[in-house]
C-alpha cells in the first residue's frame, strides 16, 4: 500500500556533495553507514530512504547494476510513503536509459509520473517527462514527442512556480527545436535559458554549445568556435 499523505513525504533531495567528484567517496560512505543503520532498526520507513540515497550514488558510479538492485528493493518494501516509490522508479529509468533499454525506460519512467501525479509529488512528474524527453525520445530520434514532454514538464513547473525546474526541459527544447529546424523556437529558449543560469554552470555550457550550434549553421565558424571553447 502507498502512503500518500503530504506531511509524511520524506524530503529526498540530491546530497549536495553528488556535486563534486572529490567528495563521492564521502557521500557513499556515509550512505552505506546510514543504510546499515536502517537495516539494524528495521524501520521499513528509513530502510527506503537510505536505499534510495545509497542507489543514487551508486547510479553517479556507473554502477547500473547495484543502483537497479537497490531501487528494485524500495519498491519490494510495503505501506511506504508513495514519494520513495517514485524516486525508485526514477532511478531504474536512468538505469535503463543509461544503457540503451529504451522501451525499459520509457515504462518505468510512465510508473514514475503516473505515480507523481497521483501523490502530487511535482518535482518527481516533472523529472519523470523531463526523463521521458531526454532519456527516451531524444535518443530514439522522436523529437516532437521530446517537445511534447518537456513543454508539459514546464507547464508543471511554472504552476507550481518551480523556476529551479524549468533548466533542464529548457536544454531538451533548444535541442529538439534545433534538430527540427525550428531556428526561431530555439533562440527563444536559449534566451529564456541563459536569464535564468547561473555562468559556469551545466546549463551554461549546453547554452554556449547549442548557440555555437546555431553559428556554425550559419557559416560563422569563428563565433562558433569560441562559443565551443
Known amino acids: 500500500m502507498v502512503s500518500s499523505g503530504t506531511s509524511s513525504r520524506p524530503q529526498i533531495e540530491e546530497d549536495p556533495a ?3 567528484s572529490d567528495e563521492i567517496g564521502v557521500a557513499l560512505q556515509r550512505a552505506l553507514k ?9 524501520d521499513p520507513l528509513s530502510l527506503g530512504v537510505a536505499l534510495i540515497r545509497v542507489a543514487r550514488i551508486r ?3 556507473c554502477q547500473y547494476e547495484t543502483s537497479e538492485k537497490l531501487a528494485q528493493e524500495v519498491l519490494s518494501l510495503n505501506s511506504l510513503p508513495g514519494a520513495l516509490y517514485a524516486d525508485a522508479w526514477h532511478i531504474l529509468a536512468n538505469c535503463s536509459s543509461s544503457t540503451g533499454h529504451y522501451s525499459q525506460t520509457e515504462a518505468a519512467y510512465r510508473h514514475e509520473a503516473d505515480l507523481a501525479r497521483e501523490i502530487g509529488y511535482h518535482r518527481a512528474h516533472i523529472a519523470a517527462l523531463h526523463g521521458l524527453a531526454g532519456g527516451v525520445y531524444i535518443p530514439c530520434g522522436e523529437f516532437d514527442l521530446a517537445l511534447q514532454a518537456d513543454e508539459e514538464a514546464l507547464e508543471i513547473a511554472s504552476k507550481h512556480n518551480r523556476q529551479d525546474l524549468f533548466l533542464f526541459p529548457l536544454v531538451t527544447i533548444a535541442i529538439a527545436s534545433q534538430v527540427t529546424g525550428r531556428r526561431t523556437r530555439a533562440e527563444e ?3 529564456r535559458l541563459d536569464s535564468l543560469i547561473l555562468p559556469g554552470s551545466v546549463a551554461h555550457g549546453y547554452s554556449l554549445c547549442l548557440r555555437g550550434n546555431l553559428a556554425f549553421l550559419d557559416g560563422d565558424r569563428e563565433t562558433a568556435q569560441a562559443l565551443y571553447q
Do not use: G, V
Not at 34 to 42: I, K
Open 18 to 20: 553528488l556535486d563534486a
Open 34 to 42: 546510514a543504510l546499515e543503520t536502517a537495516e539494524s532498526q528495521r
Open 189 to 191: 529558449t536559449l534566451d
Open 59 to 61: 547510479y553517479r558510479l
